[in-house]
């Protein structure tokens, strides 16, 4: 009886949902299901007769448990230090529990202790739920003030002080914890732009909790590359019954009802159970006709009525790009192991009249940009017959070109500084010259010795300030299609790492392209990037000096890369795009695809694959 018992229980707590609706993504690879994998903590609580030490290392194991707003934590303090804790800011995140340190110092009367708790810091998760990863070697340590209960020299031992926060191992982010987007509107208003943010999934007010952040405003990061519909100041109230969202906003004056609710819609898309929501506006429901909701307004969140404004700033069906012969070409359905339709580019790029290095396409897939063959002249061209090559930058060094969904152009040049140029004169005057070995790759920029420019509507030149990564070597940008951030790769001391800048624009026109933070830690020898997504990078590197290979790596901070495939020798560039495959070029001349993460299949010679963007 106890047998059939027991596995009655273990089947009803396997239970797994089979229904929901089936929401569409951006590109990007966050699960359908944000509950999955989530385990519920079952404290053991504060025991019987534990020293100073023990208590601090049983609250340490309980802190993970959210269940009750965190009674279990709560039950490890004293009253009035329980009544004040609150949790829901900042976590700071350790690597793992066996190797925390704990110091201890008790009182000469024994009533009172200190016990200092010392570990590597992984990463701090902010207040608006940003995760950013520490620089290794970075060191948590957190004091617990200690006293025994009602000041008997023989009661328990129970925290009287200690940090307004959480502190979670690595292993209970990774169990408690998820990631998720807020959604914000690009300067322009032209694509919305994920927000990631970490959020605990342990009870049932996730949606309300979501949406609480949305009309908070963005993170502190990501706040001045972009804008929200949400006024600041205004009053908002977040009710979730059943199925359906109820957003309430009061106290402002006219809106965008449109990109408000946009943002509510692609926020809500990752919650299965929110199938409709409806906005209220200074007391009216506002109508969305053709939003597919039950009524006009109770729209649904996957609806493509929302499409303008997606955060993929592409259409669907866009083609890919390659070279062959000189010549740039195009292709439709990169979705098997072939490829259909392709076809030259209309124009004087695809006949080949101009040879080019590096080659970028518009988002609108109207214009191309390229680097001239020597890398010392851009040159645009629209994709048409007829068209003309125009030179929008000469007498350079240009090293990369990338547009943005408002039209602009982005384009890197490496330069040199008139006083290194003026030592470098001196040097050559002074000592007799010595052959410089030959490498197989060419050597990284010095550091501070790369210019950026912004040609606004693919001619207008604005210098980009880059005084950020003044200090090491920039080796590739690439602009985010929404334009309001850049992936780069940069060098220091011969190690590579990839890491995301956010744009800033101001009153004035001048831009900035600053405030970056580093992802995909463990990856090495990172060669090339693109964007797959607005919230996702494809990348090529190697994991702790393993083999060459794509990577997935997503702009959340928490998330570790993923294979994108098993490695192909000899990959030199990736690309990809939303709900499209990534595609790769080998330097034996052959372009790759892979449309499962598994395999990647070689499909047509040629080289330099890419998506527009």
């Given at each position: 009886?106890?047998?059939?018992?027991a596995?009655?229980?273990?089947?009803?707590?396997?239970?797994v949902?089979?229904?929901?609706?089936?929401?569409?993504?951006?590109?990007?690879?966050?699960?359908?299901?944000?509950?999955g994998?989530?385990?519920?903590?079952?404290?053991?609580?504060?025991?019987?007769?534990?020293?100073?030490?023990?208590?601090?290392?049983?609250?340490?194991?309980?802190?993970?448990?959210?269940?009750?707003?965190?009674?279990?934590?709560?039950?490890?303090m004293?009253?009035?230090?329980?009544?004040?804790w609150?949790?829901?800011g900042?976590?700071?995140?350790?690597?793992?529990?066996?190797?925390?340190?704990?110091?201890?110092?008790?009182?000469?009367?024994?009533?009172?202790?200190?016990?200092?708790?010392?570990?590597?810091?992984?990463?701090?998760?902010?207040?608006?739920?940003?995760?950013?990863?520490?620089?290794?070697?970075?060191?948590?340590?957190?004091?617990?003030?200690?006293?025994?209960?009602?000041?008997?020299?023989?009661?328990?031992?129970?925290?009287?002080d200690?940090?307004?926060?959480?502190?979670?191992?690595?292993?209970?982010?990774?169990?408690?914890?998820?990631?998720?987007?807020?959604?914000?509107?690009?300067?322009?208003?032209?694509a919305?732009?994920?927000?990631?943010?970490?959020?605990?999934?342990?009870?049932d007010?996730?949606?309300?909790?979501?949406?609480?952040?949305?009309?908070?405003?963005?993170?502190?990061?990501?706040?001045?590359?972009?804008?929200?519909?949400?006024?600041?100041?205004?009053?908002?109230?977040?009710?979730i019954?059943?199925?359906?969202?109820?957003?309430?906003?009061s106290?402002?004056?006219?809106?965008?009802?449109?990109?408000?609710?946009?943002?509510?819609?692609?926020t809500?898309?990752?919650?299965?159970?929110?199938?409709e929501?409806?906005?209220?506006?200074?007391?009216?429901?506002?109508?969305?006709?053709?939003?597919?909701?039950?009524?006009?307004?109770?729209?649904?969140?996957?609806?493509?009525?929302w499409?303008?404004?997606?955060?993929?700033?592409?259409?669907?069906?866009?083609?890919?790009?390659?070279?062959h012969?000189?010549?740039?070409?195009?292709?439709a359905?990169?979705?098997?192991?072939?490829?259909?339709?392709?076809?030259?580019?209309?124009?004087?790029?695809?006949?080949?009249?101009?040879?080019?290095?590096?080659?970028?396409?518009?988002v609108?897939?109207?214009?191309?940009?390229?680097?001239?063959?020597?890398?010392?002249t851009?040159?645009?061209?629209?994709?048409?017959?007829?068209?003309?090559?125009?030179?929008?930058?000469?007498?350079?060094?240009?090293?990369?070109?990338?547009?943005?969904?408002?039209?602009?152009?982005?384009?890197?040049?490496?330069?040199?500084?008139?006083?290194?140029?003026?030592?470098?004169?001196?040097?050559?005057?002074?000592?007799?010259?010595?052959?410089?070995?030959?490498?197989?790759t060419?050597?990284?920029?010095?550091?501070?010795?790369?210019?950026?420019?912004l040609?606004r509507?693919?001619?207008?030149?604005?210098?980009?300030?880059?005084?950020?990564?003044?200090?090491?070597?920039?080796?590739?940008?690439?602009?985010?299609?929404?334009?309001?951030?850049?992936?780069?790769?940069?060098?220091?001391?011969?190690?590579?790492?990839?890491?995301?800048?956010?744009?800033?624009?101001?009153?004035?026109?001048?831009?900035?392209v600053?405030?970056?933070i580093?992802?995909?830690?463990?990856?090495?020898?990172?060669?090339?990037?693109?964007?797959?997504?607005?919230?996702?990078?494809?990348?090529?590197?190697?994991?702790?000096?393993?083999?060459?290979q794509?990577?997935?790596?997503?702009?959340?901070?928490?998330?570790?890369?993923?294979?994108?495939?098993?490695?192909?020798?000899?990959?030199?560039?990736?690309?990809?795009?939303?709900?499209?495959?990534l595609?790769?070029?080998?330097?034996?001349?052959?372009?790759?695809?892979?449309?499962?993460?598994?395999?990647?299949?070689?499909?047509?010679?040629?080289?330099?694959?890419?998506?527009?963007?």
């Amino acid at each position: 009886m106890a047998a059939s018992v027991a596995c009655a229980t273990m089947a009803a707590c396997a239970t797994v949902p089979m229904t929901g609706p089936v929401v569409p993504g951006d590109g990007g690879d966050t699960p359908s299901d944000p509950y999955g994998g989530y385990v519920r903590l079952l404290p053991a609580g504060p025991q019987e007769g534990v020293g100073p030490e023990g208590l601090v290392g049983g609250f340490l194991k309980d802190m993970g448990s959210f269940e009750e707003d965190h009674k279990a934590a709560r039950s490890y303090m004293f009253p009035e230090l329980s009544d004040e804790w609150s949790p829901d800011g900042s976590v700071r995140v350790f690597g793992d529990l066996d190797a925390v340190g704990l110091e201890t110092e008790v009182s000469t009367d024994g009533l009172t202790a200190t016990v200092r708790m010392r570990s590597s810091l992984v990463a701090t998760i902010d207040d608006s739920g940003k995760y950013v990863q520490s620089d290794p070697g970075h060191l948590l340590e957190v004091p617990f003030e200690l006293a025994r209960e009602q000041g008997d020299p023989e009661g328990e031992w129970r925290i009287q002080d200690m940090p307004d926060e959480l502190i979670l191992s690595q292993l209970d982010v990774e169990r408690t914890h998820r990631p998720f987007n807020l959604y914000y509107l690009n300067p322009g208003s032209t694509a919305l732009v994920p927000d990631p943010v970490y959020l605990p999934v342990s009870n049932d007010a996730l949606a309300k909790r979501l949406l609480d952040k949305l009309v908070a405003g963005p993170t502190d990061w990501l706040a001045p590359a972009v804008h929200s519909a949400f006024p600041e100041g205004a009053v908002t109230g977040v009710v979730i019954d059943a199925e359906t969202a109820t957003i309430r906003v009061s106290g402002v004056g006219e809106v965008d009802e449109f990109e408000m609710g946009a943002q509510i819609a692609w926020t809500l898309r990752q919650l299965p159970e929110v199938e409709e929501f409806t906005l209220v506006v200074n007391g009216d429901e506002v109508s969305f006709p053709n939003a597919d909701g039950e009524r006009s307004d109770r729209p649904r969140p996957a609806s493509d009525f929302w499409a303008p404004v997606s955060p993929s700033a592409i259409s669907a069906g866009i083609r890919a790009y390659f070279t062959h012969d000189g010549q740039l070409w195009s292709a439709a359905d990169w979705g098997s192991d072939t490829i259909g339709d392709a076809e030259r580019v209309p124009g004087p790029l695809g006949a080949g009249d101009v040879q080019l290095e590096r080659f970028a396409v518009s988002v609108d897939e109207s214009t191309i940009a390229g680097i001239t063959v020597g890398g010392d002249t851009v040159v645009t061209s629209f994709a048409s017959p007829g068209a003309e090559v125009t030179e929008v930058l000469t007498d350079g060094t240009f090293t990369s070109v990338s547009w943005d969904v408002n039209g602009d152009l982005w384009v890197t040049e490496q330069t040199r500084r008139p006083e290194e140029e003026a030592e470098e004169e001196s040097d050559e005057e002074d000592e007799p010259a010595e052959e410089e070995p030959t490498t197989d790759t060419d050597p990284a920029p010095e550091p501070g010795t790369t210019d950026l420019w912004l040609l606004r509507g693919g001619d207008e030149v604005v210098r980009v300030d880059l005084s950020d990564l003044r200090d090491r070597s920039l080796l590739n940008f690439q602009i985010s299609r929404d334009g309001t951030r850049a992936a780069v790769v940069t060098e220091v001391d011969g190690q590579t790492s990839l890491q995301v800048g956010r744009v800033v624009s101001d009153s004035d026109g001048r831009v900035s392209v600053g405030s970056f933070i580093t992802l995909g830690r463990e990856l090495d020898e990172i060669s090339d990037i693109s964007w797959r997504s607005g919230d996702q990078l494809a990348v090529l590197g190697n994991r702790q000096g393993g083999t060459e290979q794509a990577f997935l790596v997503s702009l959340d901070g928490g998330s570790p890369a993923a294979s994108a495939g098993t490695p192909v020798p000899g990959m030199v560039n990736i690309s990809g795009a939303p709900g499209q495959p990534l595609v790769a070029g080998s330097d034996d001349g052959n372009i790759w695809i892979t449309t499962d993460r598994l395999n990647w299949q070689n499909v047509v010679e040629g080289g330099s694959p890419t998506f527009p963007g």
